[in-house]
């Protein structure tokens, strides 16, 4: 927990969300979104870890939960997000794992929406782990693929392990929604398996679509 961090600690974190906030509040004026496909109906968003910032392109953020993880980057993260109004359920698969995943399951029983960085929080970059399967089998909630892109050269992708991707200045960005992928209440865990490797099939054909076609998706 916080208060139990060293003090030089948490000053480091605070000073680092102060700075990660302003960003956040700078570009959101700098930043422009296009959803393509936005789903009408309630689901789960499937993002890759890289592209978490596609959250601010959520419609309806009073019914939106992201999972981000209980690390001092999740940290950071999901305080710099609360402040633009994205709500966030702290935990992975590594620490809080199974009550970060019943509180998400909680809210979407209530009827919100949720998004899940499926490669998360360590990787291997663009495998997904089977914790949106079983949130989606247990929720009956769909499953909706999601791609983010921009040409432009104020998107800029990270040297890190996930190949973070960030707007730096004015940038024009494309969501783009995939078809919801409905998920059988029971499976087997060779089922579970083959189920996350059509999820990472569906997200890769995504992003392949929208990084062919961006300048269609922005003129259409």
Request: some cysteine.
């Amino acid at each position: 927990m916080a208060n139990k961090r060293p003090l030089k600690e948490r000053f480091k974190l605070w000073g680092l969300t102060q700075l990660v906030k302003f960003y956040f509040h700078i570009e959101k004026y700098l930043v422009k979104f296009k959803n393509i496909n936005y789903p009408k109906e309630q689901c789960i968003f499937s993002l890759w870890h890289c592209h978490q910032f596609l959250v601010y392109a959520v419609e309806d953020k009073s019914k939106f939960y992201a999972l981000i993880s209980a690390s001092n980057d999740g940290e950071i993260i999901s305080k710099s997000a609360a402040s633009l109004g994205v709500m966030s359920i702290r935990g992975s698969s590594k620490r809080r794992g199974v009550a970060a995943s019943l509180e998400l399951i909680e809210k979407i029983k209530e009827g919100n929406y949720a998004a899940i960085m499926i490669d998360g929080p360590r990787g291997p970059v663009f495998k997904a782990k089977d914790g949106i399967i079983n949130i989606a089998k247990i929720t009956g909630v769909p499953i909706v693929p999601c791609a983010w892109y921009s040409p432009e050269k104020t998107f800029i992708s990270f040297n890190t392990w996930d190949k973070f991707k960030a707007p730096f200045g004015p940038c024009k960005t494309i969501a783009l929604y995939g078809e919801p992928i409905h998920i059988p209440s029971e499976l087997t865990k060779e089922e579970i398996k083959e189920w996350c490797e059509k999820i990472e099939e569906k997200m890769m054909s995504l992003q392949k679509d929208l990084e062919e076609n961006y300048d269609k998706y922005l003129n259409s």
